[in-house]
């Protein structure tokens, strides 16, 4: 791939800009915060409101950075590229077995978002049961956000949202005739529904009412689980739980949910705070919550460290039960993840029967067969199956490739399991697995029909400041040679937990095939190497996270795979932390970056709709710890004026209620007023959100722009403004 130098491409850039209009200057309004005896000015505090001159300012800013990307040379061509891999990976991204049926969502080739299908285990032809495109909404377009089929696959319970703004609607479906029943639930966002066992009603977890002048931060707050009859006016629904009672660890801002495992006469009640992997759980008869008079009996406090959520998968991690026995996960005495069991007449936590040791990799995934359990477990990427029979003994289970591991579920009924592999290089697939056979493709999809052989993933090694060893993926095409010449895309997270694991991603092969390296840094605050690693990497650990991705861009840089002049560092939502803070800490080692949708002002962040479930990993303002940690890893607060910060986009959506659009924009707003460097822009989706329900093409332009706009900052010829 031809370049041209860093001070050439700035110079034309900076020439072109000055013919060019430029974005419209956010004014300045300090508001004054005081926070344990100092004081903090936020000049972009307005901007809060979300009033018309706000709107404005969006629609001014988004217009220019969308024109200048638009005139670029090789915009159009990439974004075609980009398109083309996309259309191809027609692939499963869940999975869920009832009896002889397996129900999954694919986006068909040309197809906008992905749609429900239902098959036979045994083979056939797949039958299309919720195709969301052509429904209408006003807010944008609508999506399939969550599905749950009943025991016996006659039913589905799903949610539709509009526009990425995640506020769902729950529905039920008729899988024989493939009709919708009457039934429309709204504020049914974390609705999460669980069948009872005859599949004529199911619990599912509702917001409250808004009520006039309710602040933002209360909003997920009191959720209740509720019982419905299919059929019924949910008027009629009876309350069987609530999140805000006195026996909670979470108080008001839990997430409850219910689940009555097959075969089980108890329910459980399970309240998440959003964020962490961690639970707490209570147990009713089922016959009591049948009844609309449940007797709840906890089980287990914040204090057992009961996993819920897989340690760095976040895919689910629930009570397996047979015969009176749960299987339960827990990191108490193991910060990978053991396996205890409970006997349910008696439940009692501290002196659980342990059933698996936590050896072999955090615990990711747990899945519950007629022959026995089903763990994934991942190690620094590297992501192995198990099977544990009912004799608590041991054995691999055979992988059909090296990758990561995703939905993994079986039936309580049936040997085996089920599970979605992928690699950085390998589109997912679906496989079923068995304790001794080895592992059969589902054919659930057509195979990828671009040859990606070209590509090579090597691991290399940065070394964090205080000596901690942290792992890189690097992909590039064999032969490339390392002389520091191509244009480099460094990726990471680092945030609740959840690891970076191999996944592919066609949008990102165009930058590959045409020369450019993309790396993925491991950096603490995921779990790769269990809940330790988190723990380094949360409240006043969290430096560890963009420390770590810097030392992994001067790794890349060691290793000759790329320069200064060619590092791009790129992070989303939460990671918005660790790219806001490498930038601003050590703005001479990147020359590009993108921030999507990020967290970028954290003094602030606890006031946003989802703020209270954040604290758990991040800190509060109301204690002094929380404020220094929260200062301290806050991009907004470590902009200075006059620096030539590198040449930086910055994404939001303006429906999105993770990180509300004035987060991203205050970044924007500052960062154009500070830099002395390369040209700042912020790109705008006005009928999308935090990125849940965008689609195809949404995501395909927005990668598009944001490659194009890298790479003009790289030097790539082809990428560069014409000369006024």
Do not use: C
């Given at each position: 791939?031809?370049?041209?130098?860093?001070?050439?491409?700035?110079?034309?850039?900076?020439?072109?800009?000055?013919m060019?209009?430029?974005?419209?200057k956010?004014?300045?309004?300090?508001?004054?915060d005081?926070?344990?005896?100092?004081?903090?000015?936020d000049?972009?505090?307005?901007?809060?409101?979300?009033?018309?001159?706000?709107?404005?300012?969006?629609?001014g800013?988004?217009?220019?950075t969308r024109?200048?990307?638009?005139?670029?040379?090789g915009?159009?061509?990439?974004?075609?590229?980009?398109?083309?891999?996309?259309?191809?990976?027609?692939?499963?991204?869940?999975?869920?077995?009832?009896?002889?049926?397996?129900?999954?969502l694919?986006?068909?080739?040309?197809?906008?978002?992905?749609k429900?299908?239902?098959?036979?285990?045994?083979?056939?032809?797949?039958?299309?049961?919720?195709?969301?495109?052509?429904?209408?909404?006003?807010?944008?377009?609508?999506s399939?956000s969550?599905?749950?089929?009943?025991?016996?696959?006659?039913?589905?319970?799903?949610t539709?949202?509009?526009?990425?703004?995640?506020?769902?609607?729950?529905h039920?479906?008729?899988?024989?005739?493939?009709?919708?029943?009457p039934?429309?639930?709204?504020?049914?966002?974390?609705?999460q529904?669980?069948?009872?066992?005859?599949?004529?009603?199911?619990?599912?977890?509702?917001?409250?009412?808004?009520?006039?002048?309710?602040?933002?931060?209360?909003?997920?707050q009191?959720?209740?689980v509720w019982?419905?009859?299919?059929?019924?006016?949910?008027?009629k629904?009876?309350?069987?739980?609530?999140?805000s009672?006195?026996d909670?660890?979470?108080?008001?801002?839990?997430i409850?949910f219910?689940?009555?495992?097959?075969g089980?006469?108890?329910?459980?009640?399970?309240?998440?705070d959003?964020v962490?992997p961690?639970?707490?759980?209570?147990?009713?008869?089922?016959?009591?919550?049948?009844?609309?008079?449940?007797?709840f009996?906890k089980?287990?406090?914040?204090?057992d460290?009961?996993?819920?959520?897989?340690?760095g998968?976040?895919?689910?991690?629930?009570p397996?039960?047979r015969g009176?026995?749960?299987w339960?996960?827990?990191?108490?005495?193991s910060?990978?993840?053991?396996?205890?069991?409970?006997?349910?007449?008696k439940?009692?936590?501290?002196?659980?029967?342990?059933v698996?040791?936590?050896?072999?990799?955090?615990?990711s995934?747990?899945?519950?067969?007629?022959d026995?359990?089903?763990?994934?477990?991942?190690?620094?990427?590297?992501?192995?199956?198990?099977?544990?029979g009912?004799?608590?003994?041991?054995?691999?289970?055979?992988?059909?490739?090296?990758?990561?591991?995703?939905?993994?579920?079986?039936?309580?009924?049936?040997?085996?399991?089920?599970?979605?592999?992928?690699?950085?290089?390998?589109?997912?697939?679906?496989?079923?697995?068995?304790?001794d056979?080895?592992?059969?493709?589902l054919?659930?999809?057509r195979?990828?029909?671009f040859?990606?052989?070209?590509?090579v993933?090597?691991?290399?090694?940065?070394k964090?400041?205080?000596?901690?060893?942290?792992?890189?993926?690097?992909?590039?095409?064999?032969?490339m040679?390392?002389?520091?010449?191509?244009?480099?895309?460094?990726?990471?997270?680092?945030?609740?937990?959840?690891?970076?694991?191999?996944f592919?991603?066609?949008?990102?092969?165009?930058?590959?095939?045409?020369?450019g390296?993309y790396?993925?840094?491991?950096?603490?605050?995921?779990s790769?190497?269990?809940?330790?690693?988190?723990?380094?990497?949360?409240e006043?650990?969290?430096p560890?996270t963009?420390?770590?991705?810097?030392?992994?861009?001067?790794a890349?840089?060691?290793e000759?795979?790329?320069?200064?002049?060619?590092?791009?560092?790129?992070?989303?939502?939460?990671?918005?932390?660790?790219?806001?803070?490498?930038v601003?800490?050590?703005?001479?080692?990147?020359?590009?970056?993108?921030?999507?949708?990020?967290?970028?002002?954290?003094?602030?962040?606890?006031?946003?709709?989802?703020?209270?479930?954040?604290?758990?990993?991040?800190?509060?303002?109301?204690?002094?710890?929380g404020?220094?940690?929260?200062k301290?890893?806050?991009?907004?607060?470590h902009?200075?004026?006059?620096?030539?910060y590198?040449?930086?986009?910055?994404?939001?959506?303006?429906?999105?209620?993770?990180?509300?659009?004035?987060?991203?924009?205050?970044?924007?707003?500052r960062?154009?007023?500070?830099?002395?460097?390369?040209?700042?822009?912020?790109?705008?989706?006005?009928?999308a959100?935090?990125?849940?329900?965008?689609?195809?093409?949404?995501?395909?332009?927005?990668?598009?722009?944001?490659?194009?706009?890298?790479?003009?900052?790289?030097?790539?010829?082809?990428?560069?403004?014409?000369?006024?």
């Amino acid at each position: 791939m031809r370049t041209i130098g860093l001070g050439a491409a700035i110079a034309l850039l900076s020439a072109s800009m000055t013919m060019a209009a430029q974005p419209p200057k956010a004014a300045t309004k300090p508001h004054v915060d005081h926070y344990f005896g100092e004081t903090v000015v936020d000049d972009y505090h307005w901007m809060e409101a979300r009033d018309p001159e706000f709107a404005a300012w969006m629609k001014g800013q988004d217009d220019v950075t969308r024109a200048e990307i638009a005139a670029l040379p090789g915009r159009k061509a990439l974004g075609e590229s980009i398109a083309a891999f996309t259309a191809a990976t027609a692939t499963p991204t869940s999975l869920d077995v009832r009896g002889d049926k397996v129900f999954f969502l694919l986006r068909p080739p040309g197809a906008g978002v992905p749609k429900l299908f239902v098959r036979d285990l045994a083979g056939g032809e797949p039958r299309m049961l919720i195709d969301p495109e052509p429904m209408k909404a006003d807010g944008g377009p609508v999506s399939l956000s969550a599905y749950v089929p009943s025991p016996d696959g006659r039913r589905i319970a799903y949610t539709l949202t509009s526009g990425g703004s995640e506020d769902a609607v729950l529905h039920v479906l008729d899988v024989a005739s493939g009709q919708a029943l009457p039934e429309s639930i709204d504020r049914a966002r974390f609705a999460q529904p669980d069948w009872a066992p005859d599949g004529k009603s199911f619990l599912y977890t509702r917001l409250k009412i808004p009520t006039p002048g309710m602040p933002e931060q209360e909003r997920f707050q009191d959720e209740v689980v509720w019982r419905h009859v299919v059929g019924e006016d949910p008027a009629k629904d009876v309350k069987i739980f609530e999140a805000s009672r006195p026996d909670s660890g979470n108080g008001r801002d839990g997430i409850p949910f219910a689940y009555q495992p097959k075969g089980a006469d108890v329910v459980f009640l399970l309240i998440q705070d959003g964020v962490s992997p961690y639970g707490e759980a209570w147990i009713a008869p089922a016959a009591s919550v049948a009844a609309g008079r449940p007797v709840f009996r906890k089980i287990a406090s914040l204090a057992d460290k009961l996993v819920i959520l897989g340690l760095g998968s976040g895919g689910s991690i629930l009570p397996a039960v047979r015969g009176g026995k749960a299987w339960v996960a827990t990191t108490l005495g193991s910060p990978y993840g053991r396996i205890v069991e409970l006997d349910l007449s008696k439940p009692d936590m501290a002196h659980a029967r342990q059933v698996a040791p936590g050896e072999g990799g955090a615990l990711s995934a747990l899945a519950v067969a007629a022959d026995g359990l089903y763990v994934a477990r991942a190690e620094g990427g590297a992501y192995a199956v198990s099977h544990i029979g009912w004799n608590s003994a041991i054995r691999p289970v055979s992988a059909p490739f090296v990758g990561s591991v995703d939905a993994l579920t079986a039936e309580i009924d049936q040997p085996g399991a089920l599970g979605l592999f992928q690699s950085w290089a390998r589109p997912p697939e679906a496989f079923r697995l068995s304790a001794d056979k080895p592992a059969a493709s589902l054919a659930l999809a057509r195979p990828f029909p671009f040859d990606l052989s070209a590509i090579v993933v090597d691991r290399i090694e940065a070394k964090a400041p205080d000596g901690t060893i942290i792992p890189v993926d690097v992909l590039h095409l064999k032969g490339m040679k390392r002389d520091g010449s191509a244009p480099t895309l460094l990726e990471s997270y680092g945030a609740y937990g959840i690891s970076a694991d191999p996944f592919f991603q066609p949008r990102m092969l165009p930058w590959v095939l045409r020369g450019g390296v993309y790396a993925n840094a491991h950096v603490r605050g995921g779990s790769e190497y269990g809940e330790a690693w988190h723990l380094a990497g949360k409240e006043a650990t969290k430096p560890n996270t963009w420390r770590d991705f810097i030392a992994a861009g001067e790794a890349l840089i060691a290793e000759g795979y790329t320069s200064k002049a060619k590092l791009a560092g790129t992070g989303t939502s939460a990671g918005g932390v660790l790219i806001g803070r490498a930038v601003t800490e050590r703005p001479d080692l990147f020359a590009a970056a993108f921030m999507g949708v990020p967290m970028a002002d954290m003094l602030r962040f606890e006031t946003t709709e989802g703020g209270p479930a954040n604290v758990n990993e991040f800190g509060s303002t109301r204690t002094e710890a929380g404020y220094r940690a929260l200062k301290a890893m806050s991009p907004l607060v470590h902009v200075a004026d006059a620096t030539a910060y590198p040449a930086t986009i910055i994404s939001a959506g303006m429906n999105d209620h993770r990180v509300p659009g004035w987060v991203p924009a205050k970044m924007a707003a500052r960062m154009q007023a500070a830099s002395t460097g390369g040209p700042v822009r912020l790109r705008v989706d006005f009928d999308a959100g935090h990125g849940f329900g965008s689609t195809k093409a949404q995501r395909d332009q927005l990668y598009a722009d944001v490659e194009a706009f890298l790479l003009q900052a790289l030097g790539d010829p082809e990428f560069q403004p014409k000369a006024p």
